[in-house]
């Protein structure tokens, strides 16, 4: 009998939590995608890509790449990288190009 109410409990919230998310990905393809700030962060991670493209120095673009991906491993290793830094809320991201379930 205690085992049942468990199993329920666990289906209702497994269920609950599947309502949030798809409540979450209503609100960001209904508000956020598409956006003038969604277009703004997609020339943002865009643009400088191509400049550098265009920029670099064609004889160092490995080291340029290697020092990229490995600054790019931390921070994917390091989430609290920002967040930790200071308690304010400066780094909560609202508006985000992809969102993350």
């Known amino acids: 009998m205690k085992q049942e109410k468990v199993n329920l409990l666990i289906d209702e919230n497994i269920e609950q939590i599947h309502k949030l998310i798809q409540e979450k990905i209503n609100i960001w ?13 997609v020339g943002l991670s865009v643009i400088p890509w191509i400049i550098w493209f265009i920029v670099r120095k064609k004889e160092s673009t490995d080291r340029i790449l290697y ?9 994917l290793f390091n989430p609290y990288s920002g ?19």
């Open 29 to 41: 393809s209904e508000y956020v995608l598409f956006s003038g700030l969604w277009w703004l962060g």
């Open 67 to 75: 020092a990229g991906f490995f600054v790019m491993e931390i921070h």
């Open 83 to 101: 967040s930790n830094l200071f308690s304010s809320s400066l780094f909560i991201k609202k508006r985000q190009i992809f969102t993350i379930l």
